[in-house]
């Protein structure tokens, strides 16, 4: 559920998971998993840039599938 982090989900798989800070790797993952987030092309998650109001948007409607 929404909330809860599993405890198997370890590290999330994108390229990139170097960039993401230590204290959000969990999340980064939990949501990697659950199919919430997907990355930004090129398995990227881009830790450090910006999302946009229609990836927010997409965010929340995959979280409400």
């Known amino acids: ?3 809860e982090v599993d ?3 370890q590290e999330a798989t994108f390229a990139d998971n170097d960039s993401i800070s230590n ?3 969990a999340g980064v ?3 990697g998993e659950k ?3 997907n990355g930004k092309g090129n398995n990227l998650f881009d830790p ?3 999302a946009t109001r229609a ?3 997409q965010i929340f409607f995959n ?3």
Do not use: T
């Open 35 to 37: 199919g919430y987030v």
């Open 23 to 25: 204290w959000a790797k």
């Open 63 to 65: 979280m409400l599938k």
């Open 7 to 9: 405890e198997e989900i």
């Open 29 to 31: 993952a939990f949501a």
């Open 55 to 57: 990836e927010l948007a």
């Open 48 to 50: 450090n840039g910006d």
């Open 1 to 3: 559920s929404i909330g």
